[in-house]
Protein backbone atom coordinates (compact mmCIF):
# COMPACT_ATOMS: atom_id res chain seq x y z
CA UNK A 1 0.00 0.00 0.00
CA UNK A 2 1.03 3.34 -0.72
CA UNK A 3 0.96 5.50 2.77
CA UNK A 4 0.55 9.53 2.39
CA UNK A 5 4.14 10.74 1.37
CA UNK A 6 3.80 8.29 -1.30
CA UNK A 7 0.89 9.60 -2.76
CA UNK A 8 2.09 13.37 -2.28
CA UNK A 9 5.15 12.20 -4.07
CA UNK A 10 3.27 10.78 -7.20
CA UNK A 11 0.48 13.98 -7.57
CA UNK A 12 4.05 16.05 -7.39
CA UNK A 13 5.14 13.15 -10.04
CA UNK A 14 1.56 13.89 -12.10
CA UNK A 15 2.26 17.85 -11.81
CA UNK A 16 5.62 18.10 -12.79
CA UNK A 17 4.49 16.18 -16.08
CA UNK A 18 1.40 18.24 -16.92
CA UNK A 19 3.73 21.00 -16.77
CA UNK A 20 6.16 19.84 -19.40
CA UNK A 21 3.14 18.81 -21.90
CA UNK A 22 2.06 22.26 -21.44
CA UNK A 23 5.54 23.63 -22.57
CA UNK A 24 5.68 21.24 -25.25
CA UNK A 25 2.51 22.13 -26.80
CA UNK A 26 3.10 26.20 -26.43
CA UNK A 27 5.55 27.47 -29.28
CA UNK A 28 7.51 29.93 -28.38
CA UNK A 29 9.46 31.60 -30.62
CA UNK A 30 12.47 31.21 -28.50
CA UNK A 31 12.58 27.72 -28.15
CA UNK A 32 16.34 27.03 -28.67
CA UNK A 33 18.02 24.62 -26.61
CA UNK A 34 20.65 25.37 -24.28
CA UNK A 35 24.27 25.68 -25.67
CA UNK A 36 22.81 26.08 -29.46
CA UNK A 37 23.20 25.44 -32.13
CA UNK A 38 20.86 28.86 -32.20
CA UNK A 39 18.36 29.68 -35.34
CA UNK A 40 17.62 33.35 -36.27
CA UNK A 41 13.86 33.58 -36.79
CA UNK A 42 13.61 37.29 -36.89
CA UNK A 43 15.00 40.50 -38.90
CA UNK A 44 14.59 42.63 -35.90
CA UNK A 45 17.86 43.88 -33.89
CA UNK A 46 18.57 44.06 -30.20
CA UNK A 47 20.60 42.18 -27.33
CA UNK A 48 20.10 38.68 -25.92
CA UNK A 49 17.90 39.81 -22.67
CA UNK A 50 19.13 36.55 -20.45
CA UNK A 51 22.79 35.65 -21.26
CA UNK A 52 22.39 33.38 -18.53
CA UNK A 53 19.48 30.42 -19.88
CA UNK A 54 21.17 29.19 -22.90
CA UNK A 55 18.17 30.99 -24.91
CA UNK A 56 18.22 33.37 -27.97
CA UNK A 57 15.90 35.78 -27.15
CA UNK A 58 15.65 39.69 -27.78
CA UNK A 59 13.11 39.81 -24.96
CA UNK A 60 10.62 40.79 -27.62
CA UNK A 61 10.11 38.89 -30.76
CA UNK A 62 12.32 36.34 -30.96
CA UNK A 63 15.91 35.10 -32.05
CA UNK A 64 17.95 38.39 -33.76
CA UNK A 65 21.28 38.04 -35.19
CA UNK A 66 22.56 39.93 -32.30
CA UNK A 67 21.61 37.79 -29.99
CA UNK A 68 22.38 35.13 -31.06
CA UNK A 69 25.96 35.31 -31.24
CA UNK A 70 25.72 36.92 -27.69
CA UNK A 71 24.28 33.73 -26.30
CA UNK A 72 26.56 31.74 -28.10
CA UNK A 73 29.33 33.47 -27.42
CA UNK A 74 28.05 33.26 -23.43
CA UNK A 75 27.60 29.59 -23.82
CA UNK A 76 31.86 28.91 -24.47
CA UNK A 77 31.43 26.01 -26.37
CA UNK A 78 31.45 24.71 -29.75
CA UNK A 79 28.16 25.73 -31.72
CA UNK A 80 26.71 27.09 -34.79
CA UNK A 81 24.32 29.78 -35.43
CA UNK A 82 21.97 29.33 -38.64
CA UNK A 83 18.54 31.01 -39.88
CA UNK A 84 15.04 30.07 -39.82
CA UNK A 85 13.66 29.04 -43.61
CA UNK A 86 11.08 32.36 -43.24
CA UNK A 87 14.23 34.52 -43.43
CA UNK A 88 15.17 33.30 -46.64
CA UNK A 89 16.14 36.67 -48.94
CA UNK A 90 15.80 38.91 -46.40
CA UNK A 91 18.33 41.96 -45.50
CA UNK A 92 19.10 42.07 -41.91
CA UNK A 93 19.95 46.16 -40.90
CA UNK A 94 21.75 45.98 -37.34
CA UNK A 95 20.86 49.22 -35.40
CA UNK A 96 23.28 51.96 -34.46
CA UNK A 97 21.81 52.00 -31.37
CA UNK A 98 23.43 48.91 -30.27
CA UNK A 99 26.66 49.22 -32.65
CA UNK A 100 28.83 47.00 -34.22
CA UNK A 101 28.13 42.91 -33.77
CA UNK A 102 30.49 42.34 -31.38
CA UNK A 103 31.68 38.50 -31.81
CA UNK A 104 34.43 37.48 -29.01
CA UNK A 105 33.72 33.82 -28.69
CA UNK A 106 35.60 30.82 -30.43
CA UNK A 107 34.66 28.18 -32.05
CA UNK A 108 31.15 29.63 -33.42
CA UNK A 109 30.53 29.00 -36.88
CA UNK A 110 27.49 31.89 -38.55
CA UNK A 111 26.23 29.88 -41.82
CA UNK A 112 23.88 31.21 -44.07
CA UNK A 113 23.91 28.86 -47.24
CA UNK A 114 20.67 28.22 -48.72
CA UNK A 115 18.91 31.28 -46.94
CA UNK A 116 20.43 34.29 -49.01
CA UNK A 117 21.08 36.65 -46.21
CA UNK A 118 22.38 39.96 -47.10
CA UNK A 119 23.63 42.13 -43.94
CA UNK A 120 23.65 45.80 -44.51
CA UNK A 121 24.69 48.63 -42.50
CA UNK A 122 22.26 50.80 -43.59
CA UNK A 123 20.71 51.77 -40.25
CA UNK A 124 24.62 51.93 -38.71
CA UNK A 125 26.19 55.25 -37.53
CA UNK A 126 29.29 56.57 -39.12
CA UNK A 127 33.03 54.68 -38.32
CA UNK A 128 30.82 51.65 -37.37
CA UNK A 129 31.33 47.67 -38.84
CA UNK A 130 28.58 45.29 -39.36
CA UNK A 131 30.29 42.51 -37.37
CA UNK A 132 34.02 42.16 -35.70
CA UNK A 133 35.75 38.72 -35.19
CA UNK A 134 37.54 39.03 -31.85
CA UNK A 135 37.51 35.10 -30.88
CA UNK A 136 39.22 32.48 -32.22
CA UNK A 137 38.35 29.68 -34.30
CA UNK A 138 35.20 30.77 -35.76
CA UNK A 139 33.99 30.81 -39.32
CA UNK A 140 31.67 32.79 -41.68
CA UNK A 141 30.10 31.42 -44.90
CA UNK A 142 27.47 32.33 -46.86
CA UNK A 143 26.12 35.67 -46.62
CA UNK A 144 26.26 39.00 -48.37
CA UNK A 145 27.71 42.07 -46.40
CA UNK A 146 26.86 45.50 -47.78
CA UNK A 147 27.26 49.18 -47.09
CA UNK A 148 28.42 49.49 -43.56
CA UNK A 149 29.73 52.75 -42.87
CA UNK A 150 33.28 51.94 -42.00
CA UNK A 151 34.25 47.99 -42.17
CA UNK A 152 32.19 44.92 -43.60
CA UNK A 153 34.13 42.79 -41.27
CA UNK A 154 36.67 42.99 -38.95
CA UNK A 155 38.61 40.19 -37.61
CA UNK A 156 41.94 40.11 -35.09
CA UNK A 157 43.10 41.28 -31.95
CA UNK A 158 41.47 44.59 -31.09
CA UNK A 159 41.60 43.52 -27.53
CA UNK A 160 45.17 42.80 -27.65
CA UNK A 161 44.80 39.80 -25.58
CA UNK A 162 46.49 36.94 -28.42
CA UNK A 163 42.99 36.28 -29.38
CA UNK A 164 41.49 37.21 -33.08
CA UNK A 165 43.47 33.82 -34.75
CA UNK A 166 42.62 30.84 -37.36
CA UNK A 167 39.25 32.44 -37.72
CA UNK A 168 37.81 31.76 -41.73
CA UNK A 169 35.61 33.91 -43.86
CA UNK A 170 34.14 31.81 -47.12
CA UNK A 171 31.41 32.17 -49.60
CA UNK A 172 31.08 35.60 -48.68
CA UNK A 173 29.50 38.74 -51.34
CA UNK A 174 31.30 41.88 -49.90
CA UNK A 175 29.76 45.78 -51.40
CA UNK A 176 29.47 49.27 -51.16
CA UNK A 177 31.39 49.16 -47.42
CA UNK A 178 33.06 52.36 -46.79
CA UNK A 179 36.40 51.29 -45.83
CA UNK A 180 37.24 47.56 -46.41
CA UNK A 181 35.31 44.79 -47.17
CA UNK A 182 37.38 42.58 -44.49
CA UNK A 183 39.71 43.86 -42.59
CA UNK A 184 42.88 42.11 -40.56
CA UNK A 185 43.82 43.21 -37.29
CA UNK A 186 46.88 41.77 -35.80
CA UNK A 187 48.61 42.93 -32.19
CA UNK A 188 51.94 40.67 -33.07
CA UNK A 189 50.68 38.06 -30.18
CA UNK A 190 47.10 37.94 -31.69
CA UNK A 191 45.26 38.45 -35.10
CA UNK A 192 47.22 35.37 -36.59
CA UNK A 193 46.33 32.66 -39.01
CA UNK A 194 43.01 34.18 -40.33
CA UNK A 195 41.41 33.41 -43.90
CA UNK A 196 39.30 34.67 -46.47
CA UNK A 197 38.71 32.57 -49.32
CA UNK A 198 36.30 31.56 -52.07
CA UNK A 199 34.71 35.26 -51.62
CA UNK A 200 33.26 37.99 -54.14
CA UNK A 201 34.74 41.39 -53.36
CA UNK A 202 33.47 44.00 -54.54
CA UNK A 203 30.88 42.49 -57.02
CA UNK A 204 28.47 39.59 -56.90
CA UNK A 205 29.52 36.71 -58.85
CA UNK A 206 27.05 37.14 -61.35
CA UNK A 207 28.13 40.95 -61.98
CA UNK A 208 30.05 41.42 -65.35
CA UNK A 209 29.94 45.12 -64.59
CA UNK A 210 31.17 47.30 -61.77
CA UNK A 211 28.92 48.69 -59.57
CA UNK A 212 29.50 49.19 -55.85
CA UNK A 213 32.58 48.03 -54.82
CA UNK A 214 34.03 48.49 -51.65
CA UNK A 215 36.59 51.16 -50.74
CA UNK A 216 39.22 48.58 -50.33
CA UNK A 217 38.93 45.10 -50.91
CA UNK A 218 40.95 43.43 -48.11
CA UNK A 219 42.76 45.22 -45.70
CA UNK A 220 45.84 43.86 -43.66
CA UNK A 221 46.86 46.02 -40.76
CA UNK A 222 49.41 46.25 -38.14
CA UNK A 223 50.86 42.83 -36.68
CA UNK A 224 48.77 40.37 -38.35
CA UNK A 225 50.59 37.56 -38.83
CA UNK A 226 50.49 34.42 -41.31
CA UNK A 227 46.65 35.89 -43.23
CA UNK A 228 45.86 33.78 -46.17
CA UNK A 229 43.80 35.12 -49.05
CA UNK A 230 43.05 32.62 -51.36
CA UNK A 231 40.61 31.53 -54.42
CA UNK A 232 38.82 35.14 -54.13
CA UNK A 233 37.71 37.78 -56.56
CA UNK A 234 38.65 40.75 -56.24
CA UNK A 235 37.16 43.54 -58.11
CA UNK A 236 35.66 47.08 -58.94
CA UNK A 237 36.96 48.11 -55.30
CA UNK A 238 37.39 52.03 -55.20
CA UNK A 239 41.37 51.60 -54.31
CA UNK A 240 43.14 48.41 -53.75
CA UNK A 241 42.37 45.41 -54.45
CA UNK A 242 44.19 43.89 -51.52
CA UNK A 243 46.44 46.70 -48.84
CA UNK A 244 48.53 45.47 -46.35
CA UNK A 245 50.54 48.41 -44.20
CA UNK A 246 50.19 49.20 -40.32
CA UNK A 247 50.71 52.35 -38.39
CA UNK A 248 51.90 50.95 -35.14
CA UNK A 249 53.83 47.58 -36.66
CA UNK A 250 53.71 45.79 -40.03
CA UNK A 251 51.77 42.06 -41.32
CA UNK A 252 54.13 39.62 -42.05
CA UNK A 253 53.77 36.22 -43.15
CA UNK A 254 50.71 36.95 -45.61
CA UNK A 255 50.11 34.39 -48.85
CA UNK A 256 47.96 35.79 -51.07
CA UNK A 257 47.43 32.79 -53.98
CA UNK A 258 44.83 32.12 -56.52
CA UNK A 259 43.04 34.60 -56.54
CA UNK A 260 41.46 37.29 -59.94
CA UNK A 261 42.16 40.53 -58.65
CA UNK A 262 40.93 43.01 -61.47
CA UNK A 263 39.23 40.51 -63.71
CA UNK A 264 36.65 37.81 -63.64
CA UNK A 265 37.27 35.13 -67.02
CA UNK A 266 38.32 37.68 -69.39
CA UNK A 267 36.16 40.65 -67.80
CA UNK A 268 37.93 43.81 -67.06
CA UNK A 269 36.38 44.60 -63.51
CA UNK A 270 39.50 46.72 -62.22
CA UNK A 271 40.39 48.11 -58.69
CA UNK A 272 41.04 51.69 -59.05
CA UNK A 273 44.42 51.38 -57.36
CA UNK A 274 46.48 49.00 -57.21
CA UNK A 275 45.46 45.41 -57.31
CA UNK A 276 48.16 44.56 -54.51
CA UNK A 277 49.63 47.30 -52.41
CA UNK A 278 52.13 46.02 -50.28
CA UNK A 279 53.10 48.61 -48.08
CA UNK A 280 56.41 48.42 -45.34
CA UNK A 281 55.59 44.76 -44.85
CA UNK A 282 57.34 41.71 -44.66
CA UNK A 283 57.47 38.30 -46.41
CA UNK A 284 54.65 38.46 -48.26
CA UNK A 285 53.57 35.76 -50.60
CA UNK A 286 52.06 36.66 -54.25
CA UNK A 287 51.55 33.23 -55.93
CA UNK A 288 49.08 31.95 -59.16
CA UNK A 289 47.25 34.86 -59.33
CA UNK A 290 45.88 36.46 -62.59
CA UNK A 291 46.26 40.28 -62.01
CA UNK A 292 44.52 42.52 -64.67
CA UNK A 293 42.75 45.56 -65.01
CA UNK A 294 43.86 47.76 -62.20
CA UNK A 295 45.78 50.86 -62.19
CA UNK A 296 49.09 49.44 -61.13
CA UNK A 297 49.03 45.58 -60.67
CA UNK A 298 51.05 45.07 -58.27
CA UNK A 299 52.81 48.09 -56.18
CA UNK A 300 55.51 47.12 -53.50
CA UNK A 301 56.23 50.44 -51.57
CA UNK A 302 58.95 49.92 -49.14
CA UNK A 303 58.33 46.56 -48.79
CA UNK A 304 61.08 43.71 -48.25
CA UNK A 305 61.23 40.30 -48.20
CA UNK A 306 58.45 39.81 -50.99
CA UNK A 307 58.12 36.67 -53.15
CA UNK A 308 56.07 37.53 -56.70
CA UNK A 309 55.88 34.18 -58.06
CA UNK A 310 53.49 32.34 -61.20
CA UNK A 311 51.32 35.21 -61.33
CA UNK A 312 50.05 36.22 -64.91
CA UNK A 313 50.13 40.01 -64.58
CA UNK A 314 47.85 42.04 -67.28
CA UNK A 315 47.49 38.58 -68.65
CA UNK A 316 44.79 36.36 -69.02
CA UNK A 317 44.46 32.89 -69.42
CA UNK A 318 48.07 33.46 -70.52
CA UNK A 319 47.35 34.68 -73.91
CA UNK A 320 45.09 37.36 -73.74
CA UNK A 321 46.09 41.14 -72.76
CA UNK A 322 43.82 42.99 -70.10
CA UNK A 323 46.22 45.26 -69.38
CA UNK A 324 47.40 47.20 -65.85
CA UNK A 325 46.96 50.82 -66.65
CA UNK A 326 50.08 51.52 -65.32
CA UNK A 327 53.01 49.06 -64.38
CA UNK A 328 52.84 44.93 -64.01
CA UNK A 329 54.35 45.40 -60.81
CA UNK A 330 55.83 48.44 -59.10
CA UNK A 331 58.69 48.73 -56.67
CA UNK A 332 59.12 52.05 -55.12
CA UNK A 333 59.86 54.23 -51.98
CA UNK A 334 62.88 52.39 -51.09
CA UNK A 335 61.24 48.78 -51.17
CA UNK A 336 64.49 46.01 -50.71
CA UNK A 337 65.15 42.67 -50.77
CA UNK A 338 61.91 41.50 -52.84
CA UNK A 339 61.99 39.30 -55.32
CA UNK A 340 60.11 38.96 -58.83
CA UNK A 341 60.48 35.35 -60.49
CA UNK A 342 62.93 32.88 -59.24
CA UNK A 343 65.31 29.86 -60.45
CA UNK A 344 62.56 27.45 -60.65
CA UNK A 345 60.39 27.00 -64.29
CA UNK A 346 57.31 26.70 -61.84
CA UNK A 347 58.52 30.64 -60.22
CA UNK A 348 57.89 32.29 -63.77
CA UNK A 349 55.54 35.32 -63.96
CA UNK A 350 54.05 35.93 -67.41
CA UNK A 351 54.62 39.97 -67.39
CA UNK A 352 52.88 41.56 -70.39
CA UNK A 353 50.63 43.77 -72.33
CA UNK A 354 50.62 46.22 -69.21
CA UNK A 355 49.63 50.32 -70.03
CA UNK A 356 52.93 51.26 -69.28
CA UNK A 357 55.59 48.65 -68.18
CA UNK A 358 56.28 45.60 -67.47
CA UNK A 359 58.23 45.97 -64.19
CA UNK A 360 59.11 49.41 -62.75
CA UNK A 361 61.57 50.74 -59.92
CA UNK A 362 61.81 54.25 -58.49
CA UNK A 363 62.27 55.73 -55.97
CA UNK A 364 65.51 54.22 -54.75
CA UNK A 365 64.42 51.10 -54.90
CA UNK A 366 67.43 48.85 -53.95
CA UNK A 367 68.44 44.97 -53.94
CA UNK A 368 65.72 43.49 -55.87
CA UNK A 369 65.84 40.50 -58.12
CA UNK A 370 63.83 40.29 -61.53
CA UNK A 371 64.83 36.33 -62.51
CA UNK A 372 63.37 34.08 -64.97
CA UNK A 373 60.51 35.93 -65.86
CA UNK A 374 58.68 36.46 -69.66
CA UNK A 375 57.95 39.76 -70.16
CA UNK A 376 56.33 41.20 -72.84
CA UNK A 377 55.38 37.71 -74.36
CA UNK A 378 52.43 34.84 -73.65
CA UNK A 379 53.01 32.12 -71.56
CA UNK A 380 54.86 29.92 -74.58
CA UNK A 381 57.17 33.14 -74.93
CA UNK A 382 56.71 32.93 -78.89
CA UNK A 383 53.68 35.83 -79.11
CA UNK A 384 54.14 38.80 -78.15
CA UNK A 385 51.84 40.78 -75.97
CA UNK A 386 53.98 44.08 -75.59
CA UNK A 387 54.23 46.12 -72.60
CA UNK A 388 53.54 50.34 -73.94
CA UNK A 389 56.92 51.09 -73.07
CA UNK A 390 59.71 49.13 -71.79
CA UNK A 391 59.70 45.89 -70.10
CA UNK A 392 61.60 46.76 -67.45
CA UNK A 393 62.13 50.37 -66.20
CA UNK A 394 64.50 51.26 -63.29
CA UNK A 395 64.73 54.95 -62.55
CA UNK A 396 67.04 56.16 -59.29
CA UNK A 397 67.44 52.66 -57.91
CA UNK A 398 70.56 50.85 -57.68
CA UNK A 399 72.21 47.91 -56.87
CA UNK A 400 68.84 45.88 -58.42
CA UNK A 401 69.66 42.56 -60.42
CA UNK A 402 67.71 41.81 -63.43
CA UNK A 403 68.55 37.86 -64.27
CA UNK A 404 71.33 35.99 -62.72
CA UNK A 405 74.38 33.73 -63.90
CA UNK A 406 72.13 30.66 -62.48
CA UNK A 407 72.16 28.02 -65.31
CA UNK A 408 69.28 26.92 -67.39
CA UNK A 409 67.68 29.69 -66.15
CA UNK A 410 65.84 31.76 -69.20
CA UNK A 411 64.13 34.99 -69.02
CA UNK A 412 62.72 36.51 -71.85
CA UNK A 413 62.28 40.24 -72.51
CA UNK A 414 60.68 40.66 -75.55
CA UNK A 415 58.08 42.17 -77.49
CA UNK A 416 57.81 45.49 -76.08
CA UNK A 417 57.05 48.55 -77.97
CA UNK A 418 60.49 50.63 -76.78
CA UNK A 419 62.55 48.94 -74.96
CA UNK A 420 63.84 45.66 -73.38
CA UNK A 421 65.21 46.82 -70.49
CA UNK A 422 65.63 50.83 -69.42
CA UNK A 423 67.84 52.67 -66.78
CA UNK A 424 68.07 56.31 -66.05
CA UNK A 425 70.05 58.01 -62.99
CA UNK A 426 70.63 55.08 -61.33
CA UNK A 427 74.31 53.01 -60.12
CA UNK A 428 75.58 49.50 -59.88
CA UNK A 429 72.74 47.51 -61.53
CA UNK A 430 73.37 44.26 -62.72
CA UNK A 431 72.02 42.88 -66.14
CA UNK A 432 72.67 38.91 -66.29
CA UNK A 433 73.37 36.41 -68.48
CA UNK A 434 70.25 34.54 -68.19
CA UNK A 435 68.41 37.23 -69.72
CA UNK A 436 67.23 36.89 -73.50
CA UNK A 437 66.37 39.88 -74.95
CA UNK A 438 64.48 40.40 -78.80
CA UNK A 439 64.76 36.58 -78.82
CA UNK A 440 61.44 33.90 -78.80
CA UNK A 441 61.83 31.05 -76.49
CA UNK A 442 64.20 28.93 -78.85
CA UNK A 443 66.25 32.02 -78.08
CA UNK A 444 67.24 32.34 -81.05
CA UNK A 445 64.37 33.41 -83.69
CA UNK A 446 63.20 36.64 -83.10
CA UNK A 447 60.50 38.45 -81.63
CA UNK A 448 61.96 42.14 -80.91
CA UNK A 449 61.21 45.32 -78.39
CA UNK A 450 60.61 47.92 -80.64
CA UNK A 451 63.47 50.27 -79.61
CA UNK A 452 66.79 49.32 -78.43
CA UNK A 453 67.20 45.86 -76.48
CA UNK A 454 68.97 47.69 -73.17
CA UNK A 455 69.27 51.87 -73.11
CA UNK A 456 71.27 53.11 -69.98
CA UNK A 457 71.30 56.89 -69.58
CA UNK A 458 73.06 57.99 -66.91
CA UNK A 459 73.30 54.52 -65.21
CA UNK A 460 77.03 54.46 -63.57
CA UNK A 461 78.62 51.07 -62.55
CA UNK A 462 75.72 49.10 -64.47
CA UNK A 463 77.22 45.48 -65.31
CA UNK A 464 75.42 44.20 -69.23
CA UNK A 465 76.36 40.60 -69.67
CA UNK A 466 72.99 38.90 -71.44
CA UNK A 467 72.85 35.98 -72.68
CA UNK A 468 71.11 36.71 -76.17
CA UNK A 469 69.89 40.87 -77.79
CA UNK A 470 69.29 40.25 -80.65
CA UNK A 471 66.50 41.52 -83.46
CA UNK A 472 65.32 44.83 -81.74
CA UNK A 473 64.07 48.08 -83.35
CA UNK A 474 67.22 49.73 -82.18
CA UNK A 475 70.55 49.73 -80.52
CA UNK A 476 71.61 45.91 -78.99
CA UNK A 477 72.87 48.09 -75.92
CA UNK A 478 72.53 51.73 -75.83
CA UNK A 479 74.46 54.30 -73.68
CA UNK A 480 73.35 57.73 -73.15
CA UNK A 481 75.51 59.76 -70.77
Given at each position: MCNRFCNKFYRLLAFISLLLLLSLSLNFPFSTLAAGPYVVNVVSDGPDSNLGDGICYNGVDGCTLRAAIQQATADGVPTTITFSAELTGVTLAPMGVFGTLIWSGDHITLNGEGRNITLSGQNLNPGQSLLQIQGSSNTVRYLTVINARQDGIRVGDFTGVGAGNNNLIEYVTFLGNRASGVMVYGSGSGGIGNQIRYSNIGATAAATTCGSGNYDGIYITQMAIDTQITN?????????????????????????????????????????????????????????????????????????????????????????????????????????????????????????????????????????????????????????????????????????????????????????????????????????????????????????????????????NTVVTPGVVAFNGGAGVALVS
Open positions: NALVCNQRHGIWIAGAGGYPTGVIIRSNQIGTKGATAMGNAAAGILVEQASGVQIQSNTIAGNWDGIWLKGASNTVIAKNTIGVIMETTALPNENCGVLITDEAHDNRVGGTELSDRNIISGNGFSGVCLQSEAEKNIVEGNYIGTDATGDIAIPNEQMGIYIYSSPQNTIGSGTEGVVQLISGNKKNGIYIEKAKGNYIGDTNYIGVNSTLINPLKNGLAGVKLVEAD
